[in-house]
């Protein structure tokens, strides 16, 4: 079955600082993969996304970017964070040929002080 | 207006109840019907989805669609406390063959069933 790691779980950070969020999936191969993030009370919103290795599709102009060095692996980055990038990342993937949900992982809750 | 609009809530029903969590969509290109259930700090779980209108069941769980008011609802019958969770309705538009369909989710209504 497919599963979806995410880490770390919780995350505090200063503003200013860098930030690496890897998420990894296993049970499958060549899956689309999506990162979101959720405000409290709010709905997904949907970052970034990848059909395959070195492809990232950006839905959002933000401070944020994304790689995806290889096919199982999904990094969200940033150079230098700001309060507005707290919140709960989720990694999500998707596969087949015909069409099937996306699963999600357990997220990152990432606090910026 | 939002693509997808989701009763807020919050709902907070006895044990046995039945629950009724709906949306409303705008644009009719949509063709996948989800809904996800989030434990508090956990990832969304798939509970159901189709592509017609019309109910699908799964158990305690009823999912319906009617595309023609643009309108989804999840049922749930005989509502225990472990059902409290928050629930997300999300919607794909363009799934078009393709493998890669973008998702709209509502904001989610937050469900509690009390003993």
């Known amino acids: 079955s497919q599963t979806i790691h995410q880490w770390p779980a919780t995350l505090v950070q200063p503003v200013g600082s860098p930030l690496s969020l890897e998420c990894t999936v296993e049970g499958t191969s060549n899956p689309n993969l999506y990162w979101y993030r959720q405000a409290a009370g709010r709905g997904l919103q949907l970052l970034f996304y990848?059909?395959?290795?070195?492809?990232i599709s950006s839905e959002v102009p933000q401070n944020l970017s994304a790689s995806r060095p290889q096919d199982r692996q999904f990094i969200l980055s940033s150079k230098k964070l700001l309060l507005s990038d707290s919140g709960f990342y989720l990694c999500?993937?998707?596969?087949?040929?015909?069409?099937?949900?996306?699963?999600f992982g357990d997220g990152t809750r990432l606090s910026i002080l | 207006q939002k693509e997808v609009e989701q009763d807020p809530g919050p709902l907070s029903v006895p044990e046995g109840a039945i629950v009724s969590l709906n949306c409303t969509y705008s644009n009719s290109a949509f063709q996948y019907f989800m809904w996800y259930r989030q434990y508090s700090r956990k990832g969304p779980e798939l509970l159901m989805y189709t592509y017609s209108s019309g109910n699908k069941e799964d158990g305690r769980f009823t999912a319906q669609v009617d595309k023609s008011s643009k309108y989804i609802s999840l049922f749930i019958r005989d509502s225990q406390p472990s059902d409290s969770a928050t629930y997300l309705c999300a919607i794909l538009s363009n799934a078009g063959g393709t493998s890669y369909g973008k998702l709209t989710f509502g904001q989610g209504t937050i469900l509690t069933v009390h003993p």
């Open positions: 999500a993937l998707e596969t087949g040929s015909s069409y099937q949900p996306q699963h």
């Open positions: 990848s059909v395959g290795i070195g492809q």
